[in-house]
């Protein structure tokens, strides 16, 4: 028998570099894969409480020999594992590779412990028993020994040879508290000259406790983001149906409710990738769209995070951020689908097959290394159905008798799909919109329940949106095109028992950007230089006043340039719609003649008095519409709590305050914005003339004429 005491990770045997497993696993016979988990229950002799297998042979504590490991505490191997990152159906896992022999693990159960166990066999091994048409069965099994009776705990089982799954097993060994045991685990169904070779992959394996230590100061953090998720469509935010339950009685009750939190981009990949660094996405990104993901030599939160001790994972169900487009960097362990928009067609419950497993087993560790987790849900986003649609309706309406579904949305977007009776087909559209919010909230919910109490009282919490969704409120469909509010204004709610008050609502503008600076304030990391993003958590916890900011938001998708900035509920939007423009192919034209026929150059709303943005203050200082709306009765239909209907905050109520003459005062500071995050003088020499020949309220600002030469706005082509 060979002992390694504390190996360091780098010494020899401790880690083995990224397997190559053709040759082994083109050998691999027919027959089941069975992993036993045995535990002989024994007197309290010494030995350590629980171990998290990855770590102990990261550090090299383990012993490696022929001879039975029981009885020697601690971690023993028959032959000497090998690390390595393994991905089975799209989820890249750290494990420990093992022989198909017995390995062991001596010591005493800790309180309210637990063990869980994920494996699968290496990469190959289905594919080529199905392509000699072998039977096959992948089956796990754990097993508890006390004295000569054994109870099995847990059987699970996989005959998928096309696509594997990782199989996940746990068993409560509570009732085994503070005995000394021996836990065997094994793989049965290889060959013998198999058996020597490392074929078996584990991760994550841990026998731990969920109690935690009084000394646990750093916060586990979750952050929750719901692709296309529109802010007004929340209960937490007002709107009569009751879509979102769950989100509404485990974050929004038991923390704090943003009222004004905007994306600095309408569509996923440049959000995203503000929101993980911190920094404006026009700063970053090139305008070559096929290649928009996060630029190399830029940290990520995850990266920033996992440097700072914490153990990282992100499970994202948007196929656009599939392995290569540099969101996977910084996490230990990371799903994402291929980049198939089938994909698209998955749901929360997906994505909680991946995410779930990871966290009972991750929350039951030590919380010397709390974890960051990032989940990525694509609901809401089209095509518009799920469980909860049966027969073409939602839960949320009536009967439909329409030819109208869910995935029509996108042929409606491109003009090649039409709507025979706009008022029902919208109403429709807008109620599947709705069922999809309430299944991912169910499963939001789910994974919120899944948290012991007295992990969630540990874990900041913080629910957001990468942008919203169009529903014909401004003539259009889906997202990336505009910068009204139902695309760029997104809800963003926070909680961390203890720290961030419950059942309270925060008014000011807040950007995706600040998530950086405030997830690496709470977890004690360095600040970054370049953040242009800013610490929440003063104004979150009460230490200190929201300070006022302004929020800006860039289109960069097709066609010539379109921003926003928005300050104290007045906001300004801009198209250069006179830059010359040739769309590269029908879907570009139609969405570039759509956008001509109802966007402004200019764009001017008080928010507070018109939260649809149905009077460009701009076009008409008496509050006249602008050009660029929808047929209010449409309208209507597509928002059935009403576009100018009052939030909790009271947006859409009388202001006998004046905002107006506030307002005014804050114009400047718009226009100033748009001139410097875009680096364009001319914004402020073409647009403030026309503003202030137009606007009651653009000539009381006394806005400023700064003229430089003007220069054509930013072209990108169209994302796909």
């Known amino acids: 028998m060979t002992h390694y005491p504390c190996r360091p990770a780098g010494a020899p045997g401790a880690r083995h570099p990224r397997a190559r497993w053709g040759a082994l696993a083109g050998a691999l016979p027919a027959g089941a894969l069975l992993a036993g988990a045995l535990l002989a229950a024994g007197c309290h002799r010494g030995g350590p409480e629980g171990f998290v297998l990855r770590t102990l042979v990261e550090a090299g504590r383990y012993t490696v020999g022929t001879g039975a490991g029981a009885g020697v505490a601690g971690l023993h191997f028959p032959v000497r594992p090998a690390l390595a990152d393994l991905e089975i159906d799209h989820e890249r896992r750290p494990v420990v590779l093992t022989t198909a022999a017995p390995w062991t693990w001596t010591g005493r159960v800790p309180p309210r412990a637990a063990l869980h166990a994920g494996l699968q066999l290496a990469p190959g091994a289905w594919a080529r028993a199905r392509r000699r048409r072998l039977e096959a069965e992948a089956e796990a099994v754990a097993v508890l020994t006390d004295g000569r009776t054994r109870e099995v705990l847990q059987v699970v089982r996989s005959s998928e040879r096309a696509n594997p799954e990782w199989l996940d097993l746990s068993a409560d060994l509570a009732r085994y508290a503070g005995r000394q045991v021996t836990l065997e685990l094994r793989v049965d169904g290889l060959p013998p000259r198999l058996r020597a070779a490392n074929l078996v992959a584990w991760?994550?394996?841990?026998?731990?406790?969920?109690?935690?230590?009084?000394?646990?100061?750093?916060?586990?953090?979750?952050?929750?983001?719901?692709?296309?998720?529109?802010?007004?469509?929340?209960?937490?935010?007002?709107?009569?149906?009751?879509?979102?339950?769950?989100?509404?009685?485990?974050?929004?009750?038991?923390?704090?409710?943003?009222?004004?939190?905007?994306?600095?981009?309408?569509?996923?990949?440049?959000?995203?990738?503000?929101?993980?660094?911190?920094?404006?996405?026009?700063?970053?990104?090139?305008?070559?769209?096929?290649?928009?993901?996060?630029?190399?030599?830029?940290?990520?939160?995850?990266?920033?995070?996992?440097?700072?001790?914490?153990?990282?994972?992100?499970?994202?169900?948007?196929?656009?951020?599939?392995?290569?487009?540099?969101?996977?960097?910084?996490?230990?362990?990371?799903?994402?689908?291929?980049?198939?928009?089938?994909?698209?067609?998955?749901?929360?419950?997906?994505?909680?097959?991946?995410?779930?497993?990871?966290?009972?087993?991750?929350?039951?560790?030590?919380?010397?290394?709390?974890?960051?987790?990032?989940?990525?849900?694509?609901?809401?986003?089209?095509?518009?159905?799920?469980?909860?649609?049966?027969?073409?309706?939602?839960?949320?309406?009536?009967?439909?008798?329409?030819?109208?579904?869910?995935?029509?949305?996108?042929?409606?977007?491109?003009?090649?799909?039409?709507?025979?009776?706009?008022?029902?087909?919208?109403?429709?559209?807008?109620?599947?919109?709705?069922?999809?919010?309430?299944?991912?909230?169910?499963?939001?919910?789910?994974?919120?329940?899944?948290?012991?109490?007295?992990?969630?009282?540990?874990?900041?919490?913080?629910?957001?949106?990468?942008?919203?969704?169009?529903?014909?409120?401004?003539?259009?469909?889906?997202?990336?095109?505009?910068?009204?509010?139902?695309?760029?204004?997104?809800?963003?709610?926070?909680?961390?028992?203890?720290?961030?008050?419950?059942?309270?609502?925060?008014?000011?503008?807040?950007?995706?950007?600040?998530?950086?600076?405030?997830?690496?304030?709470?977890?004690?990391?360095?600040?970054?230089?370049?953040?242009?993003?800013?610490?929440?958590?003063?104004?979150?916890?009460?230490?200190?006043?929201?300070?006022?900011?302004?929020?800006?938001?860039?289109?960069?998708?097709?066609?010539?340039?379109?921003?926003?900035?928005?300050?104290?509920?007045?906001?300004?939007?801009?198209?250069?719609?006179?830059?010359?423009?040739?769309?590269?192919?029908?879907?570009?034209?139609?969405?570039?003649?759509?956008?001509?026929?109802?966007?402004?150059?200019?764009?001017?709303?008080?928010?507070?008095?018109?939260?649809?943005?149905?009077?460009?203050?701009?076009?008409?200082?008496?509050g006249g519409g602008s050009g660029g709306t929808a047929d209010p009765a449409v309208t209507a239909a597509a928002d059935p709590g009403g576009a100018g209907a009052a939030s909790p905050s009271g947006a859409g109520a009388a202001d006998p305050g004046g905002t107006r003459a506030a307002a005014a005062g804050r114009l400047p500071l718009l226009a100033t914005v748009i001139e410097r995050r875009l680096a364009e003088s001319a914004i402020v020499c073409e647009f403030a003339d026309l503003l202030a020949r137009h606007s009651v309220l653009i000539r009381e600002s006394g806005l400023p004429v700064l003229c430089r030469p003007e220069r054509l706005f930013r072209v990108s082509p169209y994302p796909p």
């Not at 646990?216 to 983001?225: C, E, G, S, W, Y």
């Not at 073409?392 to 009776?421: C, M, Q």
């Not at 919208?426 to 919910?445: K, Q, T």
């Not at 570009?588 to 649809?612: C, I, K, N, S, T």
């Open 203 to 622: 991760g994550p394996v841990a026998l731990s406790s969920a109690a935690r230590g009084a000394g646990a100061v750093r916060p586990n953090i979750i952050v929750i983001l719901v692709d296309t998720l529109r802010r007004d469509r929340l209960t937490p935010y007002g709107y009569r149906r009751e879509t979102s339950p769950e989100i509404a009685r485990r974050l929004a009750g038991a923390g704090t409710v943003m009222e004004d939190a905007y994306s600095q981009a309408p569509w996923t990949l440049p959000s995203v990738v503000s929101m993980m660094t911190g920094r404006y996405p026009g700063e970053l990104l090139g305008i070559d769209m096929s290649a928009y993901g996060v630029p190399a030599g830029v940290l990520t939160t995850a990266e920033r995070l996992g440097r700072a001790g914490y153990e990282t994972a992100g499970f994202l169900a948007n196929p656009t951020m599939h392995v290569g487009a540099g969101f996977e960097r910084g996490f230990r362990t990371f799903y994402a689908p291929p980049a198939d928009v089938e994909w698209l067609r998955r749901h929360a419950d997906d994505l909680n097959r991946h995410a779930l497993p990871w966290i009972a087993a991750r929350q039951d560790q030590d919380q010397d290394r709390p974890f960051f987790l990032y989940l990525h849900y694509i609901d809401p986003h089209d095509p518009y159905d799920n469980p909860e649609v049966v027969g073409n309706r939602s839960p949320f309406e009536g009967e439909y008798r329409g030819p109208v579904a869910g995935d029509w949305v996108h042929g409606i977007y491109t003009g090649k799909l039409v709507l025979a009776d706009p008022a029902r087909d919208i109403a429709h559209l807008s109620a599947l919109y709705d069922s999809e919010v309430h299944y991912v909230d169910r499963a939001i919910g789910q994974v919120l329940a899944s948290l012991r109490p007295e992990v969630l009282a540990n874990t900041l919490v913080v629910l957001t949106a990468d942008h919203g969704e169009e529903l014909f409120d401004h003539g259009g469909w889906k997202h990336g095109q505009t910068l009204y509010e139902e695309q760029i204004h997104v809800p963003m709610i926070w909680r961390w028992d203890g720290h961030i008050p419950a059942g309270r609502r925060l008014a000011g503008t807040v950007r995706l950007l600040d998530l950086a600076p405030t997830l690496a304030a709470a977890a004690g990391a360095a600040p970054d230089p370049g953040w242009e993003g800013v610490d929440l958590l003063p104004a979150l916890t009460g230490a200190a006043p929201l300070a006022e900011r302004p929020a800006f938001a860039e289109g960069l998708s097709s066609g010539p340039l379109r921003a926003a900035a928005v300050l104290g509920r007045l906001k300004l939007i801009v198209f250069n719609r006179q830059e010359p423009f040739a769309p590269a192919d029908e879907l570009q034209a139609h969405l570039w003649r759509q956008d001509l026929g109802r966007m402004a150059r200019v764009e001017l709303y008080d928010l507070a008095h018109d939260p649809g943005e149905r009077h460009n203050l701009a076009a008409d200082p008496d």
